[in-house]
């Protein structure tokens, strides 16, 4: 069975035998000790090739067709691992096949797969198609569900509002469900308070569409019980503490640790991890309505922790709050949320390099290394006792933004773990799920953060 598809698209990758022309990815001192061959090192000298990051050269045939190319690495290959995501646009379309000793194959393969990337739904024109064979040595299985979860986070995250609201939300999520044959189920609008979710319905419920709590179940009872919970805020005005119109252009993205979840989930189900797997996504829109939740208003939690509101625009930790602690009333063995939280995270560590708050230091460890195996960019934060008094309200017992705007990041992730208690071990991610800047593997827009780190630990039992 193919990974799921939330937009349909060709797979990157074909078998060995449709490959017509091999790219050879080298080093400069690769390229000066005669590789790949001594004829085309020699084309590559009267043409000025000299295997720079990212350069490439079209080497001709006999007939004066293109035969295969010469992709630059650069001196320092390890520090742009998914380089060669610049070739599927700058190759002619078609099947190639990859070599290179400096990038392991997996690394190359990657690399290729995420580049061959276009979000082009509201576009009349297309972008051609390059193909990949699949590098001996590599599952083909595990480079398919790998790039399939990506484009799914990318996708979820670059479809506009108009077409992302909670309600299509929830379609992706069932469909997603339905693909794996998991099990799923949805709370909507006033249930939220008859069940007791009364955050997640305080944030959405000025909006249109009704707020929800999205909730999937695969695998085996009885196995490890692995629980993701991904903010789904479809779009976020600030509410009624608005944000000025500049801060608005990006809040489709709001929903980007749901998107990342359902992503990560995509890849648990699609290898059949034997865990016990769950999926909560809160998904509403922060709306601005005569029934819009107010500065100064005090709500009670699931889990009866009051929340005073000082802030309208620090609604998604409001909507984990109660997705976390209902997640954490089955106890499972590993909980892990993700969420576009806090603008301080970017300022700490700009838009490429997720924080992640645990207090598991086995977990931290193993979340560190499999960034670095994964070449997937992690950074630990700080559970800062020292700050928790900032979260302490006068009239409540938290407020959902401390003032001062000192430890932004930080402050949110203590609040968030008031309510994760449940968990055995329990990681938060802040993430931003967006590239604005573009990179050879990644086009500006949309993008998965952690879920290759995520999944390896996951995988390895972690």
């Known amino acids: 069975m193919a990974p799921f598809q939330f937009i349909e698209r060709p797979s990157p990758f074909r078998q060995a035998a449709e490959a017509t022309r091999t790219v050879h990815a080298v080093t400069p001192a690769e390229l000066e000790a005669g590789k790949p061959s001594p004829e085309a090192v020699a084309w590559a000298k009267s043409a000025g090739f000299k295997a720079d990051a990212g350069s490439l050269l079209l080497l001709p045939g006999s007939d004066g067709a293109v035969a295969g190319a010469l992709f630059g690495l650069g001196s320092e290959p390890a520090d742009q691992p998914f380089i060669t995501g610049k070739l599927p646009r700058a190759l002619p379309a078609g099947v190639w096949r990859i070599e290179g000793a400096a990038l392991s194959a997996k690394q190359l393969a990657l690399g290729f797969a995420f580049g061959t990337y276009s979000f082009d739904t509201y576009k ?6 390059t193909f990949l064979a ?3 040595g590599v599952d083909p299985a595990e480079l398919e569900r790998t790039s399939a979860a990506v484009f799914l986070a990318r996708d979820l995250v670059n479809t506009p509002t108009n077409d992302m609201g909670p309600e299509r939300l929830e379609q992706v999520f069932h469909a997603l469900a339905t693909h794996y044959g998991a099990m799923s189920s949805s709370i909507v609008g006033e249930d939220l308070l008859a069940q007791n979710f009364p955050l997640i319905h305080t944030v959405g419920r000025a909006s249109a569409e009704a707020p929800r709590l999205l909730d999937m179940r695969f695998g085996r ?8 919970v991904g903010k789904g805020v479809c779009f976020d005005t600030g509410g009624l503490d608005i944000k000025p119109a500049a801060s608005m252009l990006l809040m489709k993205k709001d929903m980007g640790g749901a998107a990342n979840v359902l992503a990560l989930a995509l890849m648990i189900m699609d290898a059949g991890l034997d865990v016990d797997l769950r999926v909560l996504v809160p998904a509403v829109e922060n709306s601005i309505s005569a029934n819009a939740f107010r500065p100064g208003d005090i709500y009670r939690s699931r889990k009866g922790i009051s929340v005073q509101i000082d802030n309208t625009d620090a609604e998604g930790r409001l909507i984990l709050a109660d997705a976390l602690a209902y997640a954490g009333e089955e106890a499972p063995d590993l909980m892990i949320d993700m969420a576009t939280l806090t603008g301080a995270a970017r300022v700490a560590l700009g838009p490429d390099l997720p924080p992640f708050f645990t207090d598991d230091e086995a977990l931290a ?3 560190m290394a499999a ?4 070449d997937d960019a992690l950074w630990r934060m700080p559970l ?3 700050y928790e008094k ?7 017992d938290i407020t959902n933004a401390p003032s001062g705007g000192m430890a932004g990041s930080i402050t949110a992730a203590l609040f968030l773990k008031r309510f994760a208690g449940g968990a055995k071990s329990w990681a938060h991610f802040d993430i931003f799920a967006w590239s604005p800047n573009g990179k050879p593997q990644t086009p500006i827009g949309g993008e998965a953060q952690a879920i290759r780190a995520l999944f390896s630990v996951i995988a390895k039992g972690g």
């Open 365 to 367: 460890s193993a979340l």
């Open 124 to 129: 009349t024109a297309k972008t051609p198609e």
């Open 371 to 374: 960034s670095n195996e994964e």
């Open 134 to 136: 699949v590098p001996e």
């Open 390 to 396: 900032d979260i302490r309200s006068r009239a409540a």
């Open 221 to 228: 009872k009885g196995a490890r019980k692995v629980t993701l």
């Open 384 to 386: 800062f006792k020292g």
